[in-house]
């Protein structure tokens, strides 16, 4: 496959992600309804699967794995801090304020790990 191709898909599929975790927590933080239907429950997961198939398929093709690439290394941590803390904000039981902390600090982490993205250091915008 085309390492541009990927790379497009891969980019498209950060935007849709980041704009629906945005979408859906500020819905959830309003109380809006409409966060709670199958469709935002579920086009999440596929866009985020096609997220993951692309990135793991832009790694293969530039045989890049986190032993070799310290950069992709942060990126996978970040991601981890930045699911735990989008579960915490999408969490309906949770206090609104903790939710509200804990979406901002899923975004910060989003805009962490593009800033290592595109920098390919592993500090990304503090490096």
């Given at each position: 496959?085309?390492y541009?191709?990927?790379?497009?898909?891969?980019?498209?599929?950060?935007?849709?992600?980041?704009?629906?975790?945005?979408?859906?927590?500020?819905?959830?933080?309003?109380?809006?309804?409409?966060?709670?239907s199958?469709?935002?429950?579920?086009?999440?997961?596929?866009?985020?699967?096609?997220?993951?198939?692309?990135?793991?398929?832009?790694?293969?093709?530039?045989?890049?794995?986190?032993?070799?690439?310290p950069?992709?290394?942060?990126?996978?941590?970040?991601?981890?801090?930045?699911?735990?803390?989008?579960?915490?904000?999408?969490?309906?039981?949770?206090?609104?304020?903790?939710?509200?902390?804990?979406?901002?600090?899923?975004?910060?982490?989003?805009?962490?790990?593009?800033?290592?993205?595109?920098?390919?250091?592993?500090?990304?915008?503090?490096?």
């Amino acid at each position: 496959m085309d390492y541009f191709v990927v790379k497009t898909i891969h980019q498209s599929a950060v935007a849709l992600s980041i704009t629906g975790f945005f979408a859906r927590g500020l819905g959830a933080l309003m109380g809006a309804r409409w966060v709670t239907s199958r469709a935002a429950k579920t086009l999440p997961h596929l866009v985020d699967t096609v997220l993951l198939l692309s990135a793991l398929t832009l790694a293969w093709l530039l045989r890049l794995h986190p032993g070799n690439a310290p950069w992709l290394l942060a990126k996978v941590i970040g991601l981890l801090v930045y699911i735990g803390l989008g579960m915490v904000a999408l969490k309906p039981q949770r206090p609104v304020p903790v939710r509200a902390a804990a979406w901002l600090g899923a975004l910060a982490t989003f805009g962490w790990i593009v800033s290592v993205a595109l920098s390919k250091r592993p500090l990304g915008f503090f490096g």
